[in-house]
């Protein structure tokens, strides 16, 4: 008897598949050659422009962020395969209520922050509940609450203070324990260290000669990370993930095997409208006051983010990472064609040659690949 033990054959019903393909199948490739393109052109361009020292840099990493925030719930939405049109009027109407709960029936801003977020998660569940049990296309229910939304927006602070735009909201976050969270700064010792050190440029004058150009980073960039790794967690790490995949690739299929896909939509829904909240918080916080046309056509730019990042519009398909990154070319381009001395105008113009880019990749990459038509 040989002492060599034998080796199994492989089973040749499973199919081996080279890494290199499965990395040309990632939903991310699209966005990643995005990312890569759009930075060496700006680099070429407006290397020596200031666009990326510390000030550039946060400044476009804070347009990122914003996008990042409504792109991440999208994304989860978008593969559990529904759209909400309404993310933009959301994200005004929950400005605006802050201002009106803070400034007009005086509450303090903590409380007025909690019931928003309260309403607006409500709002959600009721566009995921309309959808679900109704079975019309989440395109046309949340469409109807875009223009709802923002009716309200307009007309509410026009019945009660006689103007669209309500200010002295800084004013009244001073000193409240939750303001913070969403409009303050973090590691400010840290840039006061590299300040010192000669490591990021200083102020030479005026009355913050000395201080750091950039001193923290904004809890909008901290909301937005955390929103990118929670959602990417819950996307490839959980079995809720899977459920989100299964109800937008084939939602019959999913409820033949036990997944309750109204459920997992309608939380989606809720968890998009969330995301908007947090946007319009950290806006309100930041600039100390409400606008009625806060959050225009932020529905279509968390959407462009998305499919850029390689999501199917059929649903089934996506990647938060993706969606992330989508994001980053938006805050990129934005603020480097100002860098670049390029007409701001044409931001959009650039946009959909990224967007038409990173679709037809993605697409032509998957069929190559899987043999698809």
């Given amino acids: 008897m040989s002492d060599t033990a034998e080796v199994p054959a492989a089973d040749e019903r499973i199919k081996q598949t080279p890494a290199w393909r499965k990395a040309l199948i990632r939903p991310e490739l699209g966005g990643i050659c995005g990312t890569v393109i759009v930075f060496v052109l700006f680099a070429i361009f407006a290397g020596d422009s200031g666009m990326f020292n510390s000030q550039g840099i946060l400044n476009w990493s804070v347009v990122s962020a914003q996008f990042m925030i409504i792109a991440v719930g999208a994304c989860l939405l978008m593969i559990a395969g529904e759209f909400d049109l309404s993310v933009g009027s959301m994200i005004g109407f929950a400005g605006m209520m802050i201002a009106i709960f803070t400034i007009t029936l005086d509450w303090p801003v903590w409380q007025a922050i909690v019931v928003t977020f309260a309403l607006c998660i409500a709002i959600g569940a009721l566009n995921g509940f309309i959808v679900v049990r109704t079975g019309l296309p989440s395109f046309i229910v949340t469409l109807a609450f875009l223009f709802i939304l923002r009716g309200f927006t307009i007309y509410l602070p026009q019945l009660i203070e006689r103007k669209t735009i309500i200010g002295g909201i800084d004013k009244a976050a001073v000193g409240d324990w939750l303001a913070p969270v969403f409009g303050g700064k973090i590691l400010s010792s840290l840039f006061t260290w590299l300040g010192d050190s000669g490591i990021i440029a200083v102020f030479e004058r005026g009355n913050r000669a000395g201080q750091p150009v950039v001193d923290g980073i904004p809890m909008l960039i901290i909301w937005a990370l955390a929103l990118v790794a929670f959602g990417h967690f819950v ?50 916080m930041e ?42 070319i938006f805050g990129v381009v934005q603020q480097g064609l100002f860098f670049a001395n390029v007409e701001s105008s044409l931001f959009r113009v650039f946009l959909g040659v990224i967007l038409l880019f990173a679709v037809v990749l993605n697409t032509y990459i998957r069929r190559m690949i899987t043999g698809e038509r």
């Fill in 287 to 328: 600039f100390g006051s409400a606008g009625a046309d806060r959050g225009l056509l932020k529905e279509f730019e968390a959407i462009i983010a998305v499919v850029i990042g390689g999501a199917l519009l059929t649903g089934g398909y996506g990647s938060v990472i993706g969606a992330a990154l989508g994001a980053l």
């Fill in 235 to 284: 996307l490839t790490r959980t079995k809720f993930g899977n459920w989100i995949f299964a109800s937008g690739g084939d939602a019959q299929a999913a409820r033949y095997v036990g997944v309750p896909v109204n459920r997992v939509k309608i939380l989606m829904f809720m968890f998009t409208a969330f995301c908007a909240c947090v946007f319009a918080t950290c806006q309100v």
